[in-house]
Structures are given as C-alpha cells and as structure tokens.
Nanobody, 125 residues
Framework: QVQLVESGGGSVQAGGSLRLSCAAS????????MGWFRQAPGKEREFVAA????????NYADSVKGRFTISRDNAKNTMYLQMNSLKPEDTAVYYC??????????????????WGQGTQVTVSS
C-alpha cells in the first residue's frame, strides 16, 4: 500500500508560479512511477505529467510543456510539480498518483493504483 499526500496548492495570479509536492509513504517509493493529474469543475480528470521510478524519464501533456516541470527525490519519498507561467485554464484540483514501474500508458489515469486526496490550484486573470 502507498499513501499519497499533496500539498502546495493555492491561489495565484496569471503568470505566477506554484510548486506542488506529493509525499508518499512506504519503503519502495523508488519503484513507483508517479504522475500528476488535474480535474477542473465539470471536466474529466486529465493527465499533466509523469516521471519514471529512477531513470529520470518524464512525460508531459502538451498543454503544460515548457511551463511545468516534474521531479522527484527518492530519498525523501517526494515528488514535485513546479508550475510556472500559470494560466487561468490551469485552475483545477491537482492529484498525484502512483503505479509500480513505468508504462507507455502513463497518461491514462486507469494505469495508476494509488491516488492522493488532491490540492486546489486557482489562477486568476
């Protein structure tokens, strides 16, 4: 079992930055591929970014490429999402997710076994 807890959400003006964190329990964090998803009101949950267990491989949604950076610190059992140049359309609840090992299907929410409770990000224009 893996428990995930997100933090770092908040309100920011367009063009601003936020850094989200996802703290994971357990001793096998380095074997889990980690992802960020988001869900805006009235919309389906969508993929944001993912990072492989320990190779540094990353994957991003086109909508956030060049603005968001995913990273992880396996020694601290923590994953991060640095969000720069935020736009109002980035407003959503952001969730972190985990699954054992990497997959080419990392953009599919159904591939993840564990989810955090979510953290709200609000970007005003």
């Amino acid at each position: 079992q893996v428990q995930l807890v997100e933090s770092g959400g908040g309100s920011v003006q367009a063009g601003g930055s936020l850094r989200l964190s996802c703290a994971a329990s357990g001793r096998t964090f380095s074997t889990y591929a980690m992802g960020w998803f988001r869900q805006a009101p009235g919309k389906e949950r969508e993929f944001v970014a993912a990072i492989a267990p320990n190779t540094g491989i990353t994957n991003y949604a086109d909508s956030v490429k060049g603005r968001f950076t995913i990273s992880r610190d396996n020694a601290k059992n923590t994953m991060y999402l640095q969000m720069n140049s935020l736009k109002p359309e980035d407003t959503a609840v952001y969730y972190c997710a985990a699954r054992r090992w990497w997959t080419v299907e990392v953009q599919k929410s159904s591939e993840y076994n564990y989810w955090g409770q979510g953290t709200q990000v609000t970007v005003s224009s």
